[in-house]
């Protein structure tokens, strides 16, 4: 399973990941928003979550966004990090060792990190798992019932990644019969009652016509739970955000009418992320803006 490789440019990076530190502070507090409970004066216990620093955050998939999530979290929080990818994350070990020792040079406990051998080491150890991997053949379903009983009774699952990596079915029965287990969730599963998928060649096309055309649709239950917290797909809603991304679409465009060639392989972004080497001469990307000569964005 490897991480999310969609080539996404930094705003979208960080605000995603920003969104995902506040799905977890939202989750963790217990907040429950139905019902009236707000007119109560209940505050003293409504609101107390957990204290996050000490215990560890497990990340599956670090890539651009994964890796930005844990650094804030560990840094943010100073928690313990555990992660799982199929490629080594160099960078994101090294920043957290380099932040253990100022913190155990400042005389704090100093945190640790550790690369998983597989998922299941991850979701056995952590305290708070956040899931970024791409959905393909191999993550569809990641997340089952026989998944979630190897979590720990009190942890916490945020989900912003792709809906259907979680079995929507199986979490509902197991945020039941698991009170103290919460989740955040900013994807769903379903797009309408028994919509058949299947994958197909042209994977990424059918994907987005058949996921995210009809969300914020749930399987029964989910919207009641109130270990769950759930919203309709936003983790990227931020001004800076959305204009650096129609920024990047008229980029994309730009260099279309330039006469550059568009991509030939969307799944194969890694030589637009090649620090040694100058990104290809072709769209879409923000990266190589100036390279080609565009207007180069000054979000």
Known sequence: MASSSVQLPFFTITFIACGYVY???????????????????TFSHRFVGNLLRGQTVGVIGAGRIGSAYA?????????????????????????VTAYGQFLKASGEQPVTWKRAASMDEVLREADVISLHPILDKTTYHLVNKERLSMMKKEAILINCSRGPVIDEVALVAHLKENPMFRVGLDVFEVTKQNSPFTFPSSFIIQLSI????????MKPGLAEMKN???????????????????????????GKIKGYPVWHDPNKVEPFLNENSLPPAASPSIVNAKALGLPVSKL
């Open 23 to 41: 799905s977890l502070y939202v989750v963790r507090s217990k907040a429950n928003y139905k019902n009236n409970d707000m007119l109560g004066f």
């Open 71 to 95: 650094r804030m979290m560990v840094e943010g929080f100073k928690m313990n990090l555990i992660y799982y990818d199929l490629y080594q994350a160099t960078r994101l070990e090294k920043f």
């Open 228 to 254: 769950a917290i759930v919203v309709p797909h936003i983790a990227s809603a931020s001004k800076w955000t959305r204009e650096g991304m129609a920024t990047l679409a008229a980029l994309n465009v730009l």
């Open 210 to 217: 058949h996921f995210f055309q009809d969300e914020p649709y």
